[in-house]
């Protein structure tokens, strides 16, 4: 008798451990992504400048030339100047031009600044002058396009579903498709979307309408399975309440169903808009894997998106690239961070 | 009804954003597509071809080179130019024919194939044979094809290391693996083993350089301005005791070098003059010469004559446009 008790005991504290190992597991895989991107990342935030009085044009950017008669102070040092200024890379730099920048630290003539290149300026192939403000440009405008497809559509389509369609053979079969396109790989959504949108419909390549569309059919069957979760917690005694009372099924559904589902709602919607926001596959196939040096001024121009440029970014054989990918993973997944507390915030306030 | 007002503005902001919009923008920039090999060259050449004449920055998409050359032949308004590691094929040529596109090659320079691995490990001399023994599925021996079955570089040569043949390097779809299979591979089949000594990397060249740089015994085949942007931490293989460089990819000495090319579509350069501004830019002395941007970058500049060539050519276009 006692030794099953404390065999059963001891189970439990096996058990128990074994969870928590598995936590910090997950944690330390966690905290090392974080790790080696924070420590890759955060050498994108200052950029080294050298004083224009100086004189060494061969030290600064490639396009420091064409801004020579522009009155600036500092000017941007070429990206191997900056990688031998942070992190002591020779590179294919020449023993005199090391001298050189060691010469201009002893004048102070050479010095890191924060660089608000890296936020104002678009895509560039030095990496010392590109910058993620057309990606995130683009992004917005994707996203803004996503929105206005995948919401209305997705909301109206779950409330039709869960309200008022009759159980009939055909809507099960559309809910049980609905419910595994919700899973479909993202991929797929791109092959659809080059199909539907460019080879079909012929709308200008990679513009962020074409993008917008397509991440929007993707977000479309999670909005929808969301949403119908979201409708079906609400209490049917709450409905029966306001039926017996004598509201129409319309006025049901405006005055107390939605009201109580919307934090529900608000959370699926944008979770599911972060995830477009940080998608890539679909995007690499309908061709938004341009070089684009311009930020896009309407939904039809050339667009590429933050996650594309960091693939971009990735493969590119500059050392200064290596940085600034993490640079924009870091801008990334803190704008993912900023729209998962907003729904947390969401969910919260509505709550109470 | 202040609600709807501000629903309603909403959407005419919209519509204004997506009709009226358009418009409004100034010149279409230029498109070009293809190989992503000369990619970041023909997106350095844009930024500074935006600078001097301040037309848009040219869109370039990098595609692959088959790709490109697809949409290139593909109709009238396709791009208007693509960027190949290899010249046209007939077939190519042909089709581009029957669109009625009529275009224009500019060679731009040369790029090496270069086998790098970590400065740590010491190197040893290569032959082309060599590779072909490491690398090829079936190699010959006594007059038939058999399958490769090296494990170790010492059973290739006994002066060789005892260690594991692990190379990484692109996979089919790009043009690089072509050129590889067309240099090294011999009479026994046009492919690279599958048995784990080869590894395909996906496009991207960092990977390989950091599995090269974390793994030892591996060796990597990256592109020469990936080597030369990590040449403090790689070294190169010589080949048939030929050291990739500069000078010796440039003299066509080292056997793994290939030329990069340019097409531009000669329809209508009437209607664009910023293409011919663009090709101008792209072959002058400023971009590919010996102390060039583009050679800062990688790209290995053209013999003199061929640059002249080159020169001619564009200036040719100049001519068409005017006239």
Redesign the interface.
């Known amino acids: 008798m006692i030794s099953s008790f404390t065999k059963r005991h001891r189970k439990e504290k096996w058990f128990r451990r074994l969870g928590l190992a598995s936590l910090f597991l997950a944690l330390l895989f966690l905290g090392s992504i974080f790790g080696e991107i924070i420590y890759k990342g955060y050498p994108a935030f200052f950029r080294t400048v050298i004083a224009r009085e100086s004189g060494q044009i061969s030290l600064l950017n490639?396009?420091a030339r064409?801004h020579l008669s522009e009155a600036q102070e500092w000017i941007i040092a070429s990206d191997d100047v900056d990688m031998y200024y942070k992190h002591g890379?020779?590179?294919?730099q020449t023993p005199t031009q090391i001298q050189t920048i060691e010469d201009l630290k002893k004048q102070g003539q050479i010095r890191l600044v924060f660089n608000t290149a890296f936020f104002t300026h678009s895509d560039?192939?030095?990496p010392e002058l590109a910058g993620i403000w057309g990606a995130l440009i683009g992004s917005l405008l994707t996203l803004f396009i996503t929105f206005?497809t995948a919401f209305p559509l997705g909301i109206g389509a779950a409330l039709y579903l869960e309200e008022f369609a009759s159980k009939t053979r055909f809507i099960h079969w559309i809910e049980a498709n609905i419910n595994n396109l919700a899973a479909v790989p993202s991929i797929l959504f791109g092959l659809l979307g080059l199909v539907l949108f460019i080879h079909f419909m012929g709308l200008p390549r990679?513009s962020a309408?074409v993008g917008g569309l397509t991440l929007g059919l993707m977000s479309l069957p999670v909005i929808v399975v969301t949403t119908r979760a979201a409708l079906s917690s609400v209490p049917t005694a709450l409905k029966e309440a306001a039926l017996g009372l004598g509201a129409t099924p319309l006025q049901v559904l405006f005055h107390h169903v939605l009201p109580t589902a919307l934090p529900g709602m608000m959370t699926g919607v944008i979770l599911s808009l972060a995830r477009a926001l940080g998608e890539t596959a679909p995007l690499l196939m309908i061709?938004m894997?341009?070089?684009?040096?311009?930020p896009p001024?309407?939904?039809?121009?050339?667009t590429t998106v933050l996650p594309v440029q960091i693939f971009n970014w990735?493969?590119?054989?500059?050392?200064g690239f290596?940085e600034n990918t993490s640079g924009a993973i870091l801008i990334l997944l803190f704008i993912l961070v900023l729209l998962n507390g907003i729904a947390i915030f969401i969910r919260k306030r509505f709550e109470s | 009804m202040f609600k709807k007002e501000l629903k309603i503005k909403a959407l005419g902001l919209f519509i204004y954003f997506m009709f009226l919009a358009q418009p409004v923008q100034a010149k279409l920039p230029l498109r070009i597509v293809g190989s992503s090999a000369v990619f970041p060259f023909a997106a350095t050449v844009g930024e500074h071809f935006s600078h001097k004449t301040h037309e848009p920055i040219p869109l370039i998409e990098a595609l692959g080179t088959g790709a490109g050359i697809k949409l290139f032949c593909g109709g009238l308004n396709g791009p208007d130019g693509v960027i190949t590691s290899r010249p046209f094929t007939l077939g190519e040529k042909e089709k581009c024919e029957i669109q009625g596109i009529k275009f224009e090659e500019f060679k731009i320079g040369q790029d090496g194939l270069i086998f790098v691995r970590s400065k740590r490990e010491p190197p040893f001399l290569l032959t082309l044979q060599d590779l072909t023994q490491a690398l090829a599925e079936k190699i010959p021996q006594n007059g038939t094809c058999i399958k490769n079955q090296y494990k170790m570089w010492d059973e290739i040569k006994k002066s060789f290391p005892s260690s594991l043949i692990r190379i990484l390097g692109p996979a089919p779809t790009s043009g690089t693996y072509d050129i590889l299979v067309e240099k090294i591979i011999g009479s026994c089949g046009p492919y690279l083993r599958h048995d784990g000594a080869y590894i395909e990397a996906p496009a991207n060249e960092n990977l390989i350089i950091q599995k090269v740089l974390n793994s030892p015994h591996t060796i990597g085949i990256v592109t020469f301005s990936f080597y030369v942007q990590n040449n403090t931490r790689l070294q190169a293989f010589s080949i048939d005791g030929v050291i990739p460089s500069f000078a010796s990819i440039q003299e066509g000495k080292y056997p793994l070098s290939r030329p990069l090319y340019l097409y531009i579509k000669t329809n209508d350069l009437i209607a664009f003059p910023a293409l011919t501004a663009y090709v101008l830019e792209f072959i002058s002395m400023d971009a590919i010469g010996e102390r060039g941007y583009l050679s800062e970058k990688g790209l290995i500049p053209l013999s003199p004559q061929d640059q002249e060539m080159m020169q001619k050519r564009a200036q040719h276009l100049k001519q068409m446009e005017a006239s």
Not at chain 1, 289 to 294: L, N, R
Not at chain 1, 297 to 302: K, V
């Open positions: 490639p396009h064409y890379y020779v590179g294919k560039s192939r030095e206005l990679p309408l061709g894997v341009a070089f684009i040096g311009t001024s309407s939904f039809l121009d050339p990735s493969r590119s054989p500059e050392m290596v």
